[in-house]
């Protein structure tokens, strides 16, 4: 069990950006939240309530993140690999 969830965790980091992983984290524990926050409903409806505020925040944290994300990308990091290109080409020539 040990060896396949260590192989696993390893394919992760080999397969995501530190972009993603952050993301998949944020998503992992408002699911993990939710969990906690119904069965704590059963006996404290007060603590499921402050549970529910925290994972708000997670969300609204993994949407900022979300379009922090897609903005860079698209003016940032396109600018500077198109600037890259054009180095490129002018060093060859």
Same mark, same amino acid.
């Given at each position: 069990m040990n060896?396949?969830?260590k192989q696993n965790l390893?394919?992760? $980091?080999?397969n995501y950006n530190t972009y993603q992983k952050i993301q998949h984290i944020?998503?992992?524990?408002?699911?993990?939240l939710v969990f906690v926050a119904g069965a704590?409903?059963?006996f404290n409806f007060e603590s499921s309530?402050?549970?529910?505020?925290?994972?708000?925040?997670l969300l609204a944290v993994f949407v900022i993140n979300l379009l922090t994300y897609i903005l860079s990308k698209a003016f940032i990091f396109e600018?500077?690999?198109s600037m890259r290109n054009r180095?490129?080409? $002018?060093d060859k020539k």
């Open positions: 060896r396949i969830l390893i394919e992760w $980091n080999r944020y998503l992992a524990a408002s699911v993990l704590s409903s059963l309530d402050q549970i529910i505020l925290i994972i708000k925040a600018k500077i690999g180095n490129t080409k $002018n």
